[in-house]
Structure formats: structure tokens, C-alpha cells
């Protein structure tokens, strides 16, 4: 019987809670991202200043702090046009997404998943994103359906109570 409720209480956890699998990271890896862009920029690789910016952008999307994330959001749409290889372009298409999902902005996240699994069709991540967009959207789908129906029945009492005590 404890096994049964433990279960029922950690489902209704996990559907407030959210429950993805999208890792967070912390300020200590973001500062140490962005000492690694300063320290590629002070260098003649290109491809060395790419890769630190994408880390940094994996960083900044993968916060719990909005305005890393929205930093994050910019670097990436501002690479996107840059990116020549379809890995790339998978990679930042993919981080756009999480971003997006991070942000609450689902049908956005939706969009770029979409996009990124054109390019890669199997990719695990990917695939596991949707997912999460999907219940997300789902979830907030049914929570906005109990607050419609918590404020038709409020409403509804009130007129029949006011009904009843015309009467």
C-alpha cells in the first residue's frame, strides 16, 4: 500500500515538477566558458573560437538563470546562419530548442526540434526533446483545462446561489 501511494505521489511530483531529463549546468561552468572564448579570441583559430562559443552556448541554454538562457538564445540565432556543416547546424538547432524549452516557449522548441530531426532523423537527444516538448505541451494543455473548468464551476455556483437566494 506505501509502494502504491510512494508511486501516485512521485507521478503528480513529476507532472508539476516536469520531470525532462535536460541537464542543468551551473555558473562555475559558465565562467569557465567564457574564460575559454576569451582565451580563443585572443588566438588565430577560427575553428578553436567556434567550438569555445558553442560550449558556452551549450552553457547558457543549459542554465537555470533566464538571463543566461536568453544570452544563450542570441548567440546561437546569431550562429545560425553561420553554420555551414550539417552538424553543425543540427547541433545549433538542437541547443535553439532546449533554449526555447527552457524559456516556456514549446511551440518555438517544437519547430527547431522538428528541424533538427529532418537533419538527423535517429539522433537519441533529439528524440528525447520532442518528447519532453510533447508532454510539456500536453501538460500545460491539461492544467489549462482544469482552470477553465474550476472558473466555470465558481461561476456557475455563484449564480446559482445568487439564484437561490433571490428565491
Given at each position: 500500500?506505501?509502494a502504491?501511494?510512494?508511486?501516485?505521489?512521485?507521478?503528480?511530483?513529476?507532472?508539476?515538477?516536469?520531470?525532462?531529463q535536460?541537464?542543468?549546468?551551473?555558473?562555475?561552468?559558465?565562467?569557465?566558458?567564457?574564460?575559454?572564448?576569451?582565451?580563443?579570441?585572443?588566438?588565430?583559430?577560427?575553428?578553436?573560437?567556434?567550438?569555445?562559443?558553442?560550449?558556452?552556448?551549450?552553457?547558457?541554454?543549459?542554465?537555470?538563470?533566464?538571463?543566461?538562457?536568453?544570452?544563450?538564445?542570441?548567440?546561437?540565432?546569431?550562429?545560425?546562419?553561420?553554420?555551414?556543416?550539417?552538424?553543425?547546424?543540427?547541433?545549433?538547432?538542437?541547443?535553439?530548442?532546449v533554449?526555447?524549452?527552457r524559456?516556456?516557449?514549446?511551440?518555438?522548441?517544437?519547430?527547431?526540434v522538428?528541424?533538427?530531426?529532418?537533419?538527423a532523423?535517429?539522433?537519441?537527444?533529439?528524440?528525447?526533446?520532442?518528447?519532453?516538448?510533447?508532454?510539456?505541451?500536453?501538460?500545460?494543455?491539461?492544467?489549462?483545462?482544469?482552470?477553465?473548468?474550476?472558473?466555470?464551476?465558481?461561476?456557475?455556483?455563484?449564480?446559482?446561489?445568487?439564484?437561490?437566494?433571490?428565491?
Amino acid at each position: 500500500m506505501e509502494a502504491k501511494l510512494g508511486k501516485l505521489i512521485e507521478s503528480v511530483g513529476s507532472f508539476f515538477g516536469g520531470g525532462d531529463q535536460i541537464p542543468w549546468c551551473d555558473s562555475d561552468i559558465i565562467a569557465g566558458c567564457e574564460r575559454e572564448v576569451a582565451d580563443a579570441a585572443k588566438g588565430d583559430s577560427e575553428e578553436l573560437k567556434s567550438e569555445s562559443i558553442m560550449r558556452l552556448s551549450w552553457a547558457l541554454v543549459h542554465s537555470r538563470q533566464a538571463e543566461d538562457v536568453q544570452r544563450g538564445l542570441a548567440m546561437l540565432e546569431a550562429s545560425l546562419a553561420n553554420s555551414s556543416s550539417p552538424l553543425r547546424q543540427r547541433e545549433t538547432l538542437y541547443l535553439l530548442a532546449v533554449g526555447y524549452f527552457r524559456t516556456g516557449e514549446y511551440s518555438r522548441s517544437r519547430e527547431l526540434v522538428k528541424q533538427c530531426l529532418e537533419i538527423a532523423p535517429d539522433w537519441r537527444q533529439a528524440l528525447a526533446l520532442k518528447k519532453s516538448v510533447e508532454d510539456r505541451i500536453a501538460k500545460d494543455g491539461v492544467i489549462g483545462i482544469g482552470i477553465t473548468a474550476t472558473a466555470v464551476g465558481l461561476i456557475a455556483g455563484g449564480i446559482a446561489a445568487a439564484l437561490s437566494r433571490k428565491k
